[in-house]
């Protein structure tokens, strides 16, 4: 199998997408995840349960009448694919997010996927979390981005039938609960003074 395309994984079928409880497990490349003996088009497969290790905003949708099997065979229009989902969601989420923060985690049915928005800081999080809330345009750019996307001739092998963006799911943020304790001291700049204790004075005698 090829590398992992970067930020996506493979999942078990979400058709519908329910909404996660706060600490179900990820699966995403960028939260250390380990690929399964089986992958497909250089996408890993499946990864370690793991928590989001930052602040990220989780929404679902599903992608209908797309073949995910022969959407996996296909590794240029899936690298395509992934970046137009991407670049969508960054977009309505909001300017002080980009592409680059997001990883996405494809399951079948039609094509379910979530996507996983890593933000600087819980506020951050919960300004992505508002926007998203109040937009409708995610659902509409997206299928209108994909429509022009399906008009590259792979795109023949891969549809069933005209495609449509349905099932988004309620935002969810993880990640913002006190992280446990690093295993290494902060490194300090040059410009951080650090205080040290003075010994007492002797006794008097």
Same mark, same amino acid.
């Given at each position: 199998?090829?590398? *992992?395309?970067?930020?996506?994984?493979?999942?078990?079928?979400?058709?519908?997408?329910? $909404?996660?409880?706060?600490?179900?497990?990820?699966?995403?490349?960028?939260?250390?995840?380990? $690929?399964?003996?089986?992958?497909?088009?250089?996408?890993?497969?499946?990864?370690?349960?793991?928590?989001?290790?930052?602040?990220?905003?989780?929404?679902?949708?599903?992608?209908?009448?797309?073949?995910? /099997?022969?959407?996996?065979?296909?590794?240029?229009?899936?690298?395509?694919?992934?970046?137009?989902?991407?670049?969508? $969601?960054?977009?309505?989420?909001?300017?002080?997010?980009?592409?680059?923060?997001?990883?996405?985690?494809?399951?079948?049915?039609?094509?379910?996927?979530?996507?996983?928005?890593?933000?600087?800081?819980?506020?951050?999080?919960?300004?992505? /979390?508002?926007?998203?809330?109040?937009?409708?345009?995610?659902?509409? /750019?997206?299928?209108?981005?994909?429509?022009?996307?399906?008009?590259?001739?792979?795109?023949?092998?891969?549809?069933?039938?005209?495609?449509?963006?349905?099932?988004?799911?309620?935002?969810?943020?993880?990640?913002?609960?006190?992280?446990?304790?690093?295993?290494?001291?902060?490194?300090?700049?040059?410009?951080?003074?650090?205080?040290?204790?003075?010994?007492?004075?002797? *006794?008097?005698?």
């Amino acid at each position: 199998p090829g590398e *992992p395309l970067p930020g996506v994984a493979l999942a078990p079928s979400e058709h519908l997408l329910p $909404a996660i409880e706060v600490g179900a497990p990820a699966t995403v490349s960028s939260f250390r995840t380990a $690929a399964a003996p089986r992958a497909s088009a250089g996408v890993a497969q499946e990864g370690l349960p793991l928590r989001p290790l930052q602040p990220t905003v989780v929404v679902g949708l599903v992608i209908e009448n797309i073949d995910y /099997d022969r959407l996996l065979e296909h590794e240029n229009f899936l690298a395509t694919f992934n970046a137009t989902i991407k670049q969508v $969601a960054s977009s309505v989420a909001g300017m002080e997010v980009s592409p680059e923060d997001i990883d996405l985690v494809l399951s079948p049915g039609s094509v379910a996927v979530k996507c996983l928005i890593r933000t600087a800081t819980g506020e951050l999080a919960s300004l992505v /979390d508002a926007q998203l809330r109040s937009s409708t345009r995610l659902k509409d /750019d997206l299928e209108l981005e994909l429509r022009m996307l399906a008009k590259v001739g792979s795109f023949e092998g891969i549809s069933t039938g005209p495609l449509s963006v349905d099932g988004i799911s309620a935002p969810v943020i993880f990640g913002t609960t006190t992280p446990r304790p690093t295993l290494y001291p902060p490194t300090t700049t040059s410009t951080t003074t650090t205080l040290r204790p003075t010994r007492p004075p002797p *006794p008097c005698k």
